[in-house]
């Protein structure tokens, strides 16, 4: 098996194929110390399947673009070591599963972008201006703990809301926009409610927050470390819900309703 003093051949099996079908494929291949999987496929690439379809940029764990599954469990494969696995198992590496193939290990993603457009962005306060904004420091981190996100998608392929389930898509965001509308409606500065845009109604009505029955399996995968469900996706439930059942909400937004009709 080992067959340097710095290097062992491994067994991988990748997944090749397209829009039309496809199967795991058998490869054995060099491995040297402090490598992660994503050397590993450019080796293959280099040296038995230069048609291999992979999608990356960064080899830092930055521009979220390396997503895909190892067996099994979605995961960069720039931040994956080789080291975490032992040199006897077989590693498995296949394409993100709740997206449409393109090639090997390249899904298409546009249905994140597509949820993205769908809501709406920070409504800046009328009444300050440029250099008048000023917040809690505690606001400030809450919202720079859902910044950091990367856009890697793997919570929202880990999701199984929509991961087994295509037709739930339409009506569902997934938590990184929950996740989105959660830091905009927690947002001490978002102008939204007062020009009229009830983010807590979209968040039920539009993006699916019922849905979500709060499994942690999206922060679990998140390779940030961002607390989606506890610290976005509980907090935004909850303030969803006082707003439906609250008697005083429910008793403001009808007088505000009615002077609006007058
Ligand atoms: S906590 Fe909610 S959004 Fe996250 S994986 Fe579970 S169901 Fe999906
Ligand atoms: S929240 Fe985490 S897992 Fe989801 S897209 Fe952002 S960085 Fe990736
Ligand atoms: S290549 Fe950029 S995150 Fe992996």
Request: proline share 5%.
């Amino acid at each position: 098996m080992t067959t340097a003093a710095t290097g062992y051949i491994a067994k991988f099996k990748v997944w090749r194929g397209d829009t039309e079908g496809g199967a795991l494929e058998d490869f054995e291949v060099e491995v040297n110390e402090g490598e992660v999987v994503l050397d590993i496929i450019h080796r293959l690439q280099a040296t038995q399947a230069p048609d291999l379809a992979v999608r990356w940029n960064c080899k830092a764990g930055k521009c979220g673009s390396c997503s895909a599954e190892i067996n099994g469990r979605p995961r960069l494969l720039c931040m994956t070591r080789m080291s975490v696995f032992t040199r006897e198992e077989t590693i498995t590496v296949t394409p993100l599963r709740a997206f449409p193939i393109v090639r090997d290990l390249v899904t298409n993603v546009g249905f994140n972008y597509q949820k993205a457009r769908e809501v709406p962005s920070f409504v800046p306060p009328q009444d300050l201006g440029p250099g008048e904004y000023r917040m809690m420091q505690e606001d400030v981190n809450r919202s720079q703990e859902f910044r950091k996100c990367i856009e890697c998608f793997l919570c929202q392929d880990t999701c199984h809301v929509v991961r087994d389930h295509e037709d739930n898509k339409e009506a569902f965001a997934g938590p990184r926009f929950l996740m989105r509308v959660a830091e905009l409606d927690m947002h001490p500065l978002d102008d939204a409610a007062e020009q009229g845009l009830d983010r807590k109604a979209t968040a039920q009505e539009e993006h699916g927050l019922g849905y979500c029955n709060i499994t942690k399996c999206c922060s679990e995968v998140c390779p940030e470390g961002i607390k989606i469900t506890d610290n976005a996706l509980i907090p935004l439930k909850e303030r969803a819900v006082d707003r439906k059942y609250d008697p005083l909400v429910w008793l403001g937004n009808k007088i505000m309703r009615r002077g609006q009709d007058t």
